[in-house]
């Protein structure tokens, strides 16, 4: 049982480039979601999805991009990478009758 | 507008004594769950307990508890017999629901470090 699995683990890119952050889950679970953690903030919520082909902005969308045209794969995607970016992502997917969001392992990225 | 409260930015507990992390909520949402999840220095996101605010009972969930006062909105996580593996980050969430959120969001608080001491 893989769960959910983010890619890479650490990445360090610089001002202006485009990063996409990966996450797949083997649970073929309808809603997923983006978060990053920020020291001070907790996690806030980036992206989210209900399905494939539909997804809705959080509260700290600008400046990502998500896709999800399969229901296993929820790629997150920073067009041009900015230092505030800088962060800790998260991916989750939501199962079960409570709607518990389990999350992958994370990752760290760094704008230089 | 949702929010999370946790008022303790750290504590110490000292292994086998019992500790209470404090959560309050605010929503105008009638249903409504909370979650609290822990985050040791490895830094993955572990699903500890959830409460739903039309159960009942407390939730229990081996040696966590949740402490839910639905009246004035707190969902304190007691954690019993600490252990020093539970020295972690701990943060309790809120997910809405009904017109307001069918999406499940969750709401972060911003956590409460805790550090289990021999």
């Known amino acids: 049982d893989a769960g959910i699995t983010q890619s890479p683990r650490y990445k360090i890119t610089e001002t202006g480039r485009q990063v996409t952050l990966m996450c797949h889950q083997t649970?073929?679970?309808?809603?997923m979601f983006w978060y990053r953690q920020d020291l001070g903030h907790g996690l806030r919520l980036i992206y989210y999805?209900?399905?494939?082909?539909?997804?809705d902005k959080g509260e700290v969308p600008d400046g990502y991009v998500v896709s999800r045209s399969k229901t296993e794969n929820f790629p997150l995607t920073l067009e041009s990478a900015t230092r505030s970016q800088t962060s800790v992502y998260f991916c989750?997917?939501?199962?079960?009758?409570?709607?518990?969001?389990?999350f992958g392992p994370g990752t760290r990225l760094l704008v230089l | 507008a949702q929010k999370i409260t946790q008022t303790q930015p750290g504590m110490f507990v000292q292994e086998k004594e019992a500790v209470t992390l404090d959560c309050t909520y605010d929503?105008?949402?009638?249903?409504?769950?909370l979650f609290w999840y822990k985050q040791p220095s490895s830094g993955e996101m572990i699903f500890l307990i959830y409460?739903?605010?039309?159960?009942?009972q407390n939730a229990t969930e081996g040696r966590y508890s949740l402490n839910f006062q639905k009246a004035r909105k707190s969902a304190n996580l007691v954690i019993s017999a600490s252990q020093l593996g539970d020295s972690a980050m701990y943060f309790c969430?809120?997910?809405?629901?009904?017109?307001?959120?069918?999406?499940?969001?969750?709401?972060f608080g911003a956590g409460t470090q805790v550090v289990v001491t021999p």
């Open positions: 999805s209900a399905a494939a082909d539909i997804t």
């Open positions: 989750a997917s939501r199962r079960g009758v409570k709607e518990t969001q389990y």
């Open positions: 409460q739903g605010s039309y159960d009942q």
């Open positions: 649970w073929s679970h309808s809603y």
């Open positions: 929503t105008s949402d009638p249903s409504y769950g």
């Open positions: 969430a809120m997910r809405g629901a009904g017109s307001t959120d069918s999406w499940g969001k969750l709401q």
